[in-house]
């Protein structure tokens, strides 16, 4: 019995010695950060009263605080994968000459930012003014800008600033974090803007980065990515040596960590509703990192609710902000708007986004805003609207609280329409105004319906003026694996419809039929992104080639077509602002979609067209045994 004590306490002691052996610290990551700087929805967000926001800088410089607190000695650092621009209306006083968001990142005491997609939303040299007056032209900067795969060419004035390939952060513990940062493919293709800065081949950038970390000594490495989960999985499987992978980008959370390959992948959500907390354990001995949340009982992600403080010193930064912010609208609206707190249209129900590849009751409230307010500002009667859902970025919901019951914000409702800038570089993408014939509408659907079939949901259109049957299996023959490039088969839209009735589009309105073919023009509006896009097509597929054209059949370039009023561009924000003042109150249509895109889904063009390189490959086979049979029958 003596013995069996003894052989208890021998073990007990040997794990305590392994426990012991382990170092502990956290990671706390957040990504796409949007400049939302305040809750949202702003509409029920208040200071002093308990409310359903979540988000904000303020709330998450106090939650950094108290883990930081609560930690005691134990390391905890501060990271971002990406987007900390863009989407909110915030973003527009880059444009302005302000730093806002990485100042106060820096406040806050971030370790590291990845660069995401939308950090070129006003193009590299914007980006490069905006780092600059953050102070990131030296060398010492004690939150890094980290991304391993830019390519900038060498008069490219991001060359000026410190954008860091790596980074080795040596922890109170001695533990020394790598961290390198990747820009993935997907989301590069959404930088129009980014012009001659390319990309380098992720994966290969990949597993040089984290090897050269493991050279300089680094006991974990971690991969700041903005590249989306799909491409975190292989990025997982093909890098080696990378423990975690902190993603971001497709706006998804990570209520539980992915372990693929062995390498640790979360995402922390978007806009600042949550802050992702990672506890982890590495061994000396084993070189391992494991998670050791349920050590603690503590959650994967801690929402930024209104139970969290406000740290008084950035709430008063960004106090600064929202009058820099509401100064500019009153200015650039003439003083028709002149607080992102005022309510601009109530509304008993919510509208909003329920699923992706569908017509919505969202969607449909931008373009019928775009196609009204671009009839009365353009003068011409607006035949057509189309709207992309990757810059529709968000719902209407309405307020729930005593103080904002049924209300919806002006800066709410700017978010769904706020990304970009035009030729002007004045903020938001500016409605773009044109004449196409029958048939190239016909090859905007079916550029559409490809590219979201490629692409993802934000590309497929949200229409206006319209109602069109289409059957996505039929947009394509194939999809060249690893190129991601499809071969068109522009079989995809059955039908398409003009809505010839005033107002708001009704499922059962007037509508005419168009004709695949035909040659007559329609007046068709959209916004400077989607239409940078869509003459690019018709350049590699002659059969799919949309040319702008004015009334009178001139044709005319994508500057030429931007709408101006009162001498300055017409914003999507403006004419989505407009509509809903003039509404006031919203109309019970957009309770439900109004049957505007309807989809048939039969047997896929690819089915077909690998069965028959099936068929060819086997008939082939076939062949070329019975020459070899002939062949042995002539030599016997």
Same mark, same amino acid.
């Given at each position: 019995?003596?013995?069996?004590?003894?052989?208890?306490?021998?073990?007990?002691?040997?794990?305590?010695?392994?426990?012991?052996?382990?170092?502990?610290?956290?990671?706390?990551?957040?990504?796409?950060?949007?400049?939302?700087?305040?809750?949202?929805?702003?509409?029920?967000?208040?200071?002093?009263?308990?409310?359903?926001?979540?988000?904000? &800088?303020?709330?998450?410089?106090?939650?950094?605080?108290?883990?930081?607190?609560?930690?005691?000695?134990?390391?905890?650092?501060?990271?971002?994968?990406?987007?900390? #621009?863009?989407?909110?209306?915030?973003?527009?006083?880059?444009?302005? @000459?302000?730093?806002?968001?990485?100042?106060? #990142?820096? =406040?806050?005491?971030?370790?590291?930012?990845?660069?995401?997609?939308?950090?070129?939303?006003?193009?590299?040299?914007?980006?490069?003014?905006?780092?600059?007056?953050?102070?990131?032209? *030296?060398?010492?900067?004690?939150?890094?800008?980290?991304?391993?795969?830019? @390519?900038? /060419?060498?008069?490219?004035?991001?060359?000026?600033?410190?954008?860091?390939?790596?980074?080795?952060?040596?922890?109170?513990?001695?533990?020394?974090?790598?961290?390198? *940062?990747?820009?993935?493919?997907?989301?590069?293709?959404?930088?129009?803007?980014?012009?001659?800065?390319?990309?380098?081949?992720?994966?290969?950038?990949?597993?040089?980065?984290?090897?050269?970390?493991?050279?300089?000594?680094?006991?974990?490495?971690?991969?700041?990515?903005?590249?989306?989960?799909?491409?975190?999985?292989?990025?997982?499987?093909?890098?080696?040596?990378?423990?975690?992978?902190?993603?971001?980008?497709?706006?998804?959370?990570?209520?539980?960590?992915?372990? +693929?390959?062995?390498?640790?992948? $979360?995402?922390?959500?978007?806009?600042?509703?949550?802050?992702?907390?990672?506890?982890?354990? &590495?061994? /000396?001995?084993? =070189?391992?990192?494991?998670?050791? @949340?349920?050590?603690?009982?503590?959650?994967?992600?801690?929402?930024?609710?209104?139970?969290?403080?406000?740290?008084?010193?950035?709430?008063?930064?960004?106090?600064?902000?929202?009058?820099?912010?509401?100064?500019?609208?009153?200015?650039?609206?003439?003083?028709?708007?002149?607080?992102?707190?005022?309510?601009?249209?109530?509304?008993?129900?919510?509208?909003?986004?329920?699923?992706?590849?569908?017509?919505?009751?969202?969607?449909?409230? +931008?373009?019928?805003?775009?196609?009204?307010?671009?009839?009365?500002?353009?003068?011409?009667?607006?035949?057509?609207?189309?709207?992309?859902?990757?810059?529709?970025? *968000?719902?209407?919901?309405?307020?729930?609280?005593?103080?904002?019951?049924?209300?919806?914000?002006? &800066?709410?409702?700017?978010?769904?329409?706020?990304?970009?800038?035009?030729?002007?570089?004045?903020?938001?993408?500016?409605?773009?105004?044109?004449?196409?014939?029958?048939?190239?509408?016909?090859?905007?659907?079916?550029?559409?319906? #490809?590219?979201?079939? $490629?692409?993802?949901?934000? &590309?497929?259109?949200?229409?206006?003026?319209?109602?069109?049957?289409?059957?996505?299996?039929?947009?394509?023959?194939?999809?060249?694996?690893?190129? @991601?490039?499809?071969?068109?088969?522009?079989?995809?839209?059955?039908?398409?419809?003009?809505?010839?009735?005033?107002?708001?589009?009704?499922?059962?309105?007037?509508?005419?039929?168009?004709?695949?073919?035909?040659?007559?023009?329609?007046? $068709?509006?959209?916004?400077?992104?989607?239409?940078?896009?869509?003459?690019? +097509?018709?350049?590699?597929?002659?059969?799919?080639?949309?040319?702008?054209?004015?009334?009178?059949?001139?044709?005319?370039?994508?500057?030429?077509?931007?709408?101006?009023?009162?001498?300055?561009?017409?914003?999507?924000?403006?004419?989505?602002?407009?509509?809903?003042?003039?509404?006031?109150? #919203?109309?019970?249509?957009?309770?439900?979609?109004?049957?505007?895109?309807?989809?048939?889904?039969?047997?896929?063009?690819?089915?077909?067209?690998?069965?028959?390189? +099936?068929?060819?490959?086997?008939?082939?086979?076939? *062949?070329?045994? =019975?020459?070899?049979?002939?062949?042995?029958?002539?030599?016997?």
């Amino acid at each position: 019995m003596k013995k069996i004590h003894l052989y208890l306490w021998a073990l007990l002691f040997s794990i305590g010695c392994v426990v012991a052996q382990e170092k502990k610290f956290t990671i706390l990551h957040t990504s796409d950060e949007h400049s939302t700087l305040l809750p949202i929805p702003l509409t029920d967000y208040s200071k002093d009263q308990p409310n359903p926001t979540l988000g904000g &800088f303020a709330r998450l410089a106090t939650k950094v605080a108290q883990i930081k607190a609560a930690k005691g000695e134990e390391p905890v650092i501060l990271l971002s994968a990406g987007d900390i #621009m863009g989407g909110s209306p915030f973003a527009w006083l880059i444009l302005k @000459n302000k730093s806002f968001e990485i100042s106060i #990142m820096q =406040k806050i005491g971030y370790s590291a930012m990845a660069i995401g997609n939308h950090e070129f939303d006003y193009g590299p040299d914007i980006l490069a003014s905006y780092f600059e007056r953050a102070g990131y032209t *030296g060398k010492d900067n004690a939150m890094s800008i980290i991304c391993s795969n830019l @390519n900038i /060419p060498d008069k490219n004035t991001l060359n000026n600033i410190n954008i860091e390939h790596s980074r080795i952060y040596t922890l109170s513990n001695g533990i020394k974090l790598g961290v390198f *940062g990747i820009l993935g493919e997907g989301a590069y293709k959404l930088a129009p803007a980014a012009g001659d800065v390319e990309i380098f081949d992720q994966y290969e950038v990949g597993n040089k980065m984290a090897a050269e970390l493991r050279e300089k000594g680094a006991d974990v490495v971690v991969l700041l990515s903005h590249s989306g989960i799909a491409e975190d999985r292989l990025m997982a499987k093909k890098i080696e040596g990378v423990d975690v992978i902190l993603g971001g980008h497709d706006h998804i959370s990570t209520p539980e960590p992915e372990i +693929v390959n062995g390498t640790i992948i $979360v995402h922390p959500s978007y806009y600042l509703q949550y802050v992702g907390q990672l506890e982890l354990a &590495f061994d /000396p001995a084993t =070189k391992k990192v494991r998670l050791a @949340n349920k050590d603690t009982g503590t959650s994967y992600l801690q929402p930024l609710d209104a139970s969290v403080p406000e740290d008084t010193t950035i709430a008063r930064i960004i106090d600064e902000c929202t009058n820099e912010l509401n100064f500019f609208i009153q200015d650039y609206t003439k003083g028709q708007f002149k607080d992102i707190r005022e309510t601009v249209i109530k509304s008993d129900f919510a509208v909003k986004k329920e699923q992706d590849f569908v017509e919505t009751t969202i969607g449909n409230f +931008v373009a019928d805003a775009m196609r009204l307010e671009g009839s009365k500002i353009t003068g011409q009667r607006v035949d057509f609207a189309i709207q992309g859902n990757g810059v529709i970025r *968000g719902d209407v919901i309405p307020g729930i609280k005593e103080w904002s019951k049924g209300n919806f914000a002006l &800066f709410d409702l700017l978010t769904l329409s706020g990304l970009g800038s035009g030729p002007d570089k004045s903020p938001g993408y500016p409605m773009v105004s044109a004449y196409l014939t029958e048939k190239e509408i016909f090859n905007v659907l079916e550029v559409t319906a #490809m590219l979201s079939q $490629v692409y993802g949901d934000i &590309f497929f259109l949200q229409v206006s003026g319209l109602k069109y049957t289409y059957d996505p299996g039929k947009s394509m023959w194939l999809k060249i694996p690893y190129l @991601n490039t499809p071969v068109p088969a522009t079989m995809a839209v059955k039908d398409v419809q003009l809505y010839v009735g005033d107002g708001i589009q009704k499922d059962n309105g007037e509508y005419i039929q168009l004709d695949r073919n035909g040659d007559r023009l329609f007046h $068709v509006v959209t916004d400077y992104y989607l239409a940078a896009f869509l003459p690019m +097509v018709g350049e590699v597929l002659p059969k799919l080639e949309i040319t702008f054209k004015d009334k009178n059949r001139k044709v005319r370039t994508l500057d030429e077509c931007v709408v101006h009023h009162d001498g300055k561009e017409f914003k999507i924000w403006e004419s989505v602002a407009m509509y809903a003042q003039r509404m006031g109150q #919203m109309d019970e249509l957009y309770k439900a979609p109004q049957g505007r895109i309807t989809t048939e889904k039969g047997i896929p063009l690819v089915v077909w067209t690998i069965t028959a390189l +099936v068929l060819l490959i086997l008939a082939i086979l076939f *062949g070329i045994r =019975k020459l070899i049979r002939w062949r042995k029958s002539r030599k016997r």
